[in-house]
């Protein structure tokens, strides 16, 4: 295969088991010959499922679909507790629980809405410079505040009730930044036990379903073939198709008052819009300023403005 270069765009990875998201991305700097790749959303090594991969200027898109709702496949296995809330980590506690489908339904249902959840120690979430992640490996824990999250839905799909150690599959479509592990860990407790996430898969990432994934290895055959264009990683905002002289003025990264550059019925709208060639090419993506009268340009395709 020739190995393009200076691709931009989105990949939509079914990220497999035993990689982290870093390793996903190493993998597709090697497939696209070249370093300006990130991803949006971090999956931890055991989880497999939708990973966004950005490319070239796509890496400047990442942000706005790293904030969008998720929705996850899970196993929530009960009575045993682990360091790490998931299968990979020790055993630091077992609790015998004799549970039925129906309380764990009713149980379930609590965690509906918004809800304070705590980050786990295993998370990439940074303090003073430093990850979580990467504290709990050298022993250390420290508090953490709760966060804000909403799940939006939380389904019991299945239960096993035989024996001491129930489990449960649950789908859970939630915002981003809420940890499917903690949620686990809430449920045993919600049930006056423990528990701890044995399998998860993440299903989608706001519009990018598992259905249009690619694994690595299709990736790696296939190459650019499988990038989407950059105005398809921003597809669930508004767009705008602005004129000739708009467009001089947005690729030298002008200013608008809100009127002349939103149509009428998106004056209200708070944003983010992609800004579109007429062929569909994202030129950049403009947010409203501090003053909503007017919008400012947060992203400016460099590569669309060279050509």
Do not use: W
């Not at 497999?48 to 998720?70: C, F, H, N, P, Q």
């Not at 949620?183 to 519009?207: E, I, W, Y």
């Not at 993506?285 to 947060?298: F, I, L």
């Amino acid at each position: 295969m020739v190995r393009p270069a200076n691709v931009h765009g989105l990949v939509v990875v079914d990220k497999p088991a035993g990689m982290t998201s870093h390793d996903v991305v190493a993998r597709c700097r090697k497939v696209f010959n070249q370093r300006q790749v990130g991803h949006a959303g971090t999956l931890d090594p055991d989880a497999t499922g939708v990973l966004l991969i950005g490319l070239g200027d796509a890496t400047r898109l990442l942000r706005y679909l790293s904030e969008s709702r998720k929705t996850y496949v899970g196993t929530v296995v009960f009575g045993i507790a682990t360091d790490t809330l998931d299968a990979a980590g020790v055993v630091t506690s077992t609790q015998p629980m004799h549970l039925s489908h129906a309380e764990i339904v009713v149980a379930a249902a609590t965690f509906q809405g918004e809800i304070q959840q705590v980050p786990p120690m295993v998370s990439a979430l940074k303090v003073d410079g430093k990850r979580l992640h990467e504290l709990a490996r050298e022993g250390i824990e420290i508090e953490r505040k709760a966060r804000l999250i909403t799940i939006h839905d939380l389904t019991v799909d299945a239960t096993n009730c035989e024996g001491v150690n129930p489990t449960a599959t649950i789908t859970v479509d939630c915002s981003s930044g809420t940890y499917i592990r903690t949620l686990a860990a809430d449920l045993g407790t919600a049930l006056n036990g423990v528990a701890h996430l044995s399998t998860l898969r993440r299903l989608s990432v706001g519009k990018f379903g598992i259905e249009e994934a690619h694994t690595l290895a299709a990736v790696e055959e296939r190459g650019a073939e499988v990038v989407l264009n950059p105005a398809q990683a921003v597809r669930s905002m508004p767009s705008i198709r602005p004129n000739g002289e708009m467009l001089v003025k947005i690729n030298n990264g002008g200013m608008f008052s809100a009127t002349e550059f939103l149509t009428a019925d998106l004056l209200e709208h708070p944003g983010p819009f992609a800004t579109l060639r007429a062929d569909g090419t994202l030129v950049a993506v403009y947010e409203r300023r501090k003053d909503p009268r007017g919008v400012k340009p947060a992203v400016v395709m460099a590569h669309v403005r060279e050509q």
